[in-house]
């Protein structure tokens, strides 16, 4: 899981390492733009790739999500939503939901 500007860290070092997991969670932060993805098609198959977002974080207004969620539409792999009530924070009980 990674945090506000956590998450382009963690996806670097993702990227760069390709560890093993099942579950990647972008807690109110995305993937980097500059980094090309493409070759890693094959090993995103079985991941699961969450972007959870609070409806009033002050960081990602809605306009940003839009661009979010259009960047996601060119990914060679899919990133579930997970959009919730609350601010730019990380909430125990969505968690434990997730």
Same mark, same amino acid.
Request: charged share 25%.
């Given at each position: ?41 094959? =090993? ?5 790739? &969450?972007?959870?977002?609070?409806? *009033?974080?002050? %960081?990602?207004?809605?306009?940003? /999500?839009?661009? =979010? ?5 060119? &990914?060679?792999?899919?990133?579930? *939503?997970?959009? %919730?009530?609350?601010?730019?924070? /990380? ?8």
């Amino acid at each position: 899981m990674g945090f506000s500007q956590g998450c382009a860290t963690q996806v670097r070092w993702i990227h760069q390492n390709q560890p093993n997991f099942d579950r990647l969670i972008l807690w109110a932060g995305v993937i980097p733009e500059d980094l090309k993805y493409t070759h890693l098609k094959d =090993y995103f198959t079985n991941k699961e790739v &969450l972007f959870v977002y609070g409806d *009033q974080d002050q %960081f990602l207004t809605e306009e940003r /999500v839009v661009a =979010y969620q259009a960047m996601f539409t060119k &990914l060679p792999f899919s990133i579930a *939503q997970k959009k %919730f009530s609350g601010k730019h924070e /990380v909430l125990r009980d969505i968690l434990e939901k997730i």
